[in-house]
């Protein structure tokens, strides 16, 4: 069984090809045998995380394991989960699933912090269930950094609004609304807006070039995150 | 386990990615859960096709044996192949490899049919060893269709450098020369262009949109046929 980095997709499937594509784009290869070895599971018949979270609904974690567990059976030696939301239940997939995870939110403060943002404040969009599960906000203030957030009326009409239009299929729907509530934080005196949501990039990615170059996308930090580990330690093992 | 589409991917990394990006694209879906799940397999150390078929290189087919096994394993009812040139081992990775597969040139066939192109030429693009093995010559053959394909010189100035340069990331200089030789086709009398290798639609889906709609991506065409087989049987297995 070959050693792969496994990807635990499905959350949303277009989110998990965007990662998919961004990792093999942020991968220095001059050729297929030269790209990292990679098994995806995205299986998305996994009950809605923001639902669970915030209202009691069934949770997300045994059908998250499952995917993690066919990943290692596969030969997985290192999970990447391109899905924001899902890192709240990270420490139980951690240790239930056996294999290290890179966590999507420190992928994205040390980007923050190659970018040298300072003591500026820092636009945050998600689910509401990111939001609520609090683990951006936490690594934010460790460095310093104030956290603007939508309100909630904002977020319900444009940030919920464009993850579902982007589960959908509707891209185009989606990049107004998504730029729309971006606009609302640069407004507020953001200095950055982080795309905490593996939906929002796929919408970002389409909207006006000088609204996107504020954005941070938190798919793509991962990408690079796991390009790093596996250089440094992939060939080896 | 869960039943799944199995994609035997990394052939290119970046077109499987592409794959996976037109197949949830292409399913009538409006949420996660209603997508269909799927398992990807992208180990893109697979020894080269073409060299395999032209020159007695290394053969693909144990490494991809193994992938098509791993996906069964993991809960695959059908396969499909996003590389064109794989196809040559068609047949012993259906028998051997006991599942279903798409071939990717029948659902190129069905989308041609479909669209009516009558008795007229159609230019064909794709690696020297799919061009070789001669499956889509075949079948055009048998609908009457006459193949226009690029000169040898063109080939290897053109397709097979644009196919090196996507799976060497850099998609600017791809698109250059997939548009250069797909009009060298045009000019010939061809009504479509078949982008017969996965790596071609990636470069000619940031080509002049003109260009752009006469041209046939087959990996597009595979995603409908896999579509269309879930919709039909997925449910109910």
């Not at 709240?88 to 294999?99: F, H, I």
């Not at 170059?213 to 330690?233: F, G, I, Y």
């Amino acid at each position: 069984v070959k050693k792969v980095l496994g990807i635990l997709g499905g959350m949303g499937p277009l989110a998990g090809a965007d990662f998919l594509a961004k990792l093999t784009a942020a991968t220095p290869a001059s050729c297929d045998q030269e790209h990292i070895p990679v098994i995806l599971y995205s299986v998305p018949q996994i009950p809605d995380r923001t639902a669970a979270i915030l209202r009691g609904g069934a949770s997300p974690l045994p059908a998250m394991l499952e995917g993690v567990r066919a990943l290692k059976d596969a030969g997985a030696i290192l999970i990447a989960i391109p899905c924001n939301t899902a890192h709240y239940w990270y420490d139980e997939l951690a240790s239930q699933g056996e294999l290290p995870i890179l966590h999507i939110a420190d992928a994205v403060i040390r980007a923050l912090d190659r970018q040298a943002v300072g003591n500026t404040a820092i636009g945050l969009m998600g689910t509401r269930g990111t939001l609520a599960a609090g683990f951006y906000q936490q690594r934010f203030a460790k460095l310093g950094l104030n956290c603007i957030e939508n309100l909630p009326e904002e977020h319900d009409t444009l940030v919920a609004a464009a993850i579902a239009e982007v589960k959908a299929n509707r891209l185009d729907s989606a990049v107004k609304l998504a730029s729309a509530a971006a606009q609302k934080l640069f407004d507020r005196g953001a200095t950055r807006v982080v795309l905490g949501c593996t939906e929002l990039p796929l919408a970002i990615d389409l909207a006006e070039p000088e609204l996107r170059a504020r954005c941070l996308d938190a798919t793509q930090t991962l990408a690079t995150a796991c390009v790093d580990w596996w250089s440094a330690r992939g060939q080896a093992i």
